[in-house]
């Protein structure tokens, strides 16, 4: 009944005025811009929530996606191989990111005690940082804490290659039982076109209901992210929040904890393929343990 585009880097135009359109691009810019911090020149490139694990199982997610878009379908089936090559080369290329220094507000202990929030404020507000990478739903968090009048602006996640980035949506569902005639007749009328308009109208909100008409929403950035949203080609539904038991990610488990271990390792100065060797033995030890993969 509510989709969220989680393909999506956060700037303020006045800050980054033109922002890059290519992994290569974004890479260059944050060693740029990290020397520069490192100096005391100028803001961190980054701010990360890296407290919350599902920020970084996002930027797994859209980097895997993006490289790789059949191996990250086979991840959420039960032969799914977390030790192959396309996890190994995503996670090369977090590293090759993440490891930068000067990448992040604090560096990297600092990030893993941020959690999402902050690191919008430290955009929009406090501007420690050039950068955010997080969902739709990012806006209004920054309209909330932002510092002044200015609206943080939004580019996609950028792709390796040539074409267009990937983008990774989420979902809010309601489940009731089969038996239950009322929430049933609840659920059929919350996903009616009819019944969403309000909160199109309101803003906030994209809908996953393709027959809602993109004139409807009111916001033109709105209006845009569902119109993505709208190509099938580049698609793909959060893989962490299709994954077994405890390895979909809680505080301090599954795949939330493996990529939050990760994180500590590369920005600790583990190389990176130490790094990649324990986060896959990690990854197909908690898919095995949940009956996923190996």
């Given at each position: 009944?509510?989709?969220?585009?989680?393909?999506?880097?956060w700037h303020?135009?006045s800050?980054?005025?033109?922002?890059?359109?290519s992994?290569?691009e974004?890479?260059?810019?944050t060693?740029r811009?990290?020397?520069?911090?490192?100096?005391?020149?100028?803001?961190?490139?980054?701010?990360?929530?890296?407290?919350?694990?599902?920020v970084?199982?996002?930027?797994?997610?859209?980097?895997l996606?993006?490289?790789?878009?059949?191996?990250?379908?086979?991840?959420a089936?039960p032969?799914?191989?977390?030790?192959?090559?396309?996890?190994?080369?995503?996670?090369?290329?977090?590293?090759e990111?993440?490891?930068i220094?000067g990448a992040?507000?604090g560096?990297?202990?600092?990030?893993l005690?941020?959690?999402y929030?902050?690191?919008?404020?430290?955009?929009?507000?406090?501007?420690?940082a050039?950068?955010?990478?997080?969902?739709?739903?990012?806006?209004?968090?920054?309209?909330?804490?932002?510092?002044?009048s200015?609206?943080?602006?939004a580019?996609?996640?950028?792709?390796?290659?040539?074409?267009?980035?990937?983008l990774?949506?989420g979902g809010?569902?309601?489940?009731v039982?089969?038996?239950?005639?009322?929430g049933v007749?609840?659920?059929?009328?919350l996903?009616?076109a009819?019944?969403?308009?309000p909160?199109?109208?309101a803003?906030?909100?994209?809908?996953?209901?393709?027959?809602?008409p993109?004139?409807?929403?009111?916001?033109?950035?709105?209006?845009?992210?569902?119109?993505?949203?709208r190509?099938?080609?580049?698609l793909?539904?959060?893989l962490?929040?299709?994954?077994?038991?405890?390895?979909?990610?809680?505080?301090g488990?599954?795949?939330?904890?493996?990529?939050q271990?990760?994180?500590a390792?590369v920005?600790?100065?583990?190389r990176?393929?130490?790094a990649?060797?324990?986060?896959t033995g990690?990854?197909?030890?908690?898919?095995?343990?949940?009956?996923?993969?190996r």
């Open positions: 009944m509510k989709a969220a585009h989680k393909s999506l880097i303020l135009p800050v980054l005025p033109v922002p890059p359109t992994w290569d974004l890479v260059a810019l060693r811009l990290g020397t520069l911090a490192v100096r005391g020149d100028g803001p961190a490139p980054l701010a990360i929530g890296a407290a919350d694990g599902w970084l199982t996002d930027w797994f997610e859209n980097v996606a993006d490289l790789a878009p059949a191996a990250y379908d086979a991840l089936g032969d799914a191989d977390w030790r192959g090559q396309p996890v190994r080369d995503a996670l090369d290329r977090l590293a990111l993440w490891s220094d992040f507000v560096g990297g202990r600092r990030a005690l941020t959690q929030e902050e690191s919008v404020i430290q955009v929009v507000r406090s501007r420690r050039v950068m955010v990478f997080e969902a739709d739903f990012t806006a209004e968090v920054g309209s909330r804490f932002r510092g002044g200015e609206e943080a602006a580019f996609r996640f950028p792709s390796a290659g040539s074409g267009v980035g990937p990774i949506v809010d569902a309601a489940v039982f089969a038996d239950a005639r009322g007749e609840l659920v059929e009328w996903t009616r009819d019944s969403f308009r909160w199109l109208h803003g906030g909100y994209l809908s996953p209901n393709t027959t809602i993109l004139a409807d929403y009111t916001n033109p950035v709105r209006r845009r992210f569902a119109a993505e949203m190509d099938p080609g580049t793909r539904f959060d962490s929040d299709q994954l077994r038991g405890a390895f979909t990610g809680s505080d488990v599954g795949i939330w904890r493996i990529m271990d990760f994180f390792d920005t600790g100065g583990v990176a393929a130490e990649v060797r324990r986060a990690q990854l197909a030890a908690a898919a095995r343990s949940a009956g996923g993969g």
